[in-house]
């Protein structure tokens, strides 16, 4: 099992550029998230999907989409980049049954927008 | 609506010596609570998590957290702290809101372990 993958690692953009954030898990869960970490404010929920074909917001979605064909994939795009959004995005993804709610964590993308 | 509370940004212990990090929650459902582990330019790891079984739990690396009800605590300790330790912890409350696996992340507590 490779868990939860992202790529790139590294991304530097400059502002008004598109991209896509990969995620790939390989554990076959229904639940994939994705958050946002900034210095002294843990983690914050950009986007979730609980299912392919269905995705709803989190707490900061502005600025970003994502969609969901597969099971095993949840893109992250951004459309038109800006230095506010310099961050490390981190993918999660978890089953959607049992009674808690552990989810695994992806490496992470760090993303720096001049 | 829940939040978790990380009182302490910077904690530094010697090496050998016990490791306490404090988190506070509040939350209007019966919370899970979770301290996950992230190393420097790592991701995160899950350290141990709290299910509404027994309230004192042990984790992964020797960490073990209690949780108190009655103080809405759930602060983590490790008896002798080892080098490898020095990181950043997260205390995180989740809860089941309509499939949303809401997750509230505390700002983090960064441990610092000395020679």
């Known amino acids: 099992n490779a868990g939860v993958t992202q790529t790139p690692k590294f991304q530097v953009l400059k502002t008004g550029q598109s991209m896509t954030l990969q995620c790939a898990q390989d554990m076959n869960h229904e639940y994939m998230s994705w958050y946002r970490q900034d210095p002294g404010m843990g983690l914050r929920l950009i986007h979730y999907s609980v299912g392919a074909g269905i995705t709803d917001q989190g707490e900061v979605p502005n600025g970003y989409n994502v969609s969901r064909s597969t099971t095993e994939d949840f893109p992250l795009r951004l459309l038109s980049a800006a230095p506010s959004q310099t961050s490390v995005y981190f993918c999660?993804?978890?089953?959607?049954?049992?009674?808690?709610?552990?989810?695994?964590f992806g490496p992470g993308t760090r993303l720096t927008v001049l | 609506a829940q939040s978790v509370t990380q009182l302490d940004s910077h904690v530094s212990v010697s090496e050998g010596t016990p490791v306490l990090l404090r988190c506070n929650y509040s939350s209007s459902y019966s919370p899970s609570l979770f301290w996950y582990v992230q190393h420097p330019n790592k991701g995160l790891q899950l350290l141990l998590k709290?299910?509404?079984?027994?309230?004192l739990v042990k984790g992964i690396n020797g960490f073990e957290a209690e949780f108190k009800k009655s103080e809405t605590s759930f602060h983590l300790t490790k008896p002798s702290a080892h080098m490898s330790d020095a990181a950043e912890y997260f205390c995180v409350v989740s809860f089941m809101d309509t499939g949303r696996r809401a997750l509230t992340f505390g700002s983090g507590t960064r441990l610092q372990v000395q020679p």
């Open positions: 709290y299910t509404s079984a027994a309230t």
């Open positions: 999660a993804s978890s089953r959607t049954s049992g009674d808690y709610n552990e989810q695994f």
